[in-house]
């Protein structure tokens, strides 16, 4: 059973590339998210797809844009990435909103240089 | 790289020793709390977690203390290994499921350091 995957693992891009990040569950969750990790920051919410055919802004969603693929996968795409969307980014899944714990996929570290 | 655990608090126990990381949490309203590891380099792993109509539930090696009256969570480590140096981070639901208000809050973070 492998949970939350995230490809890939290690990205580098030039200012102004895009890029998307991918994520599949294998759980039957219905919900999803995106957070990114920063020194000192904790975890942000980028984008959360509540259920399939569902998408949200969280905390921080300027930047970025999501696509819930269907019930397995949830991607996260930077059209124009900026320095300061170097981070680490982590995909999560749960049964539903509320009171689920989360699984998080071992993310991915982006550098926009 | 940076690691996540910088500018974060930090506990340093003996190996061996008992650790006790704490959590503020932030809604009354809230009514289920998880604790999550984070290793260098991994995504957080889910720990233990507890529903607000208990005040202490225990797993392997580890307990969790919920104090709703001062709004307190609290993980208790027994025999501190090695293999539990990581950050350490408390989750909580805050029972509103309006818009984005319906997803876990994340706390920020302690770093465990283990001693051997």
């Known amino acids: 059973n492998a949970g939350v995957t995230q490809t890939p693992k290690f990205q580098v891009l030039k200012t102004g590339q895009s890029m998307t990040l991918q994520c599949a569950q294998d759980?039957?969750?219905?919900?999803m998210y995106w957070y990114r990790q920063d020194p000192g920051m904790g975890l942000r919410l980028i984008y959360y797809?509540?259920?399939?055919?569902?998408?949200d802004k969280g905390e921080v969603p300027n930047g970025y844009n999501v696509s819930r693929l269907n019930k397995r996968e949830f991607s996260l795409r930077l059209e124009s990435a900026a320095p300061s969307q170097t981070s680490v980014y982590f995909c999560a899944s749960s049964a539903g909103r509320g009171a689920y714990g989360y699984t998080f996929g071992s993310g991915t570290r982006l550098t926009v240089v | 790289g940076e690691s996540v655990g910088l500018h974060l608090p930090t506990l340093s126990v003996q190996e061996g020793d008992n650790s006790i990381i704490n959590c503020a949490y932030s809604?009354?309203?809230?009514?289920?709390f998880i604790w999550y590891k984070q290793e260098s380099g991994k995504g957080p792993q889910f720990i233990i977690d507890?529903?607000?109509?208990?005040d202490k539930r225990q797993g392997q090696r580890v307990t969790v203390l919920l104090n709703k009256t001062v709004k307190h969570l609290s993980l208790q480590i027994a025999a501190t290994q090695p293999g539990d140096s990581a950050v350490y981070f408390c989750a909580e639901n805050p029972a509103n499921y309006g818009g984005s208000q319906g997803n876990l809050i994340f706390g920020k973070g302690t770093k465990l350091s283990v001693k051997p």
């Open positions: 507890i529903r607000s109509n208990m």
């Open positions: 759980m039957n969750h219905n919900s």
């Open positions: 797809s509540a259920s399939e055919g569902t998408t």
């Open positions: 809604n009354s309203a809230s009514d289920y």
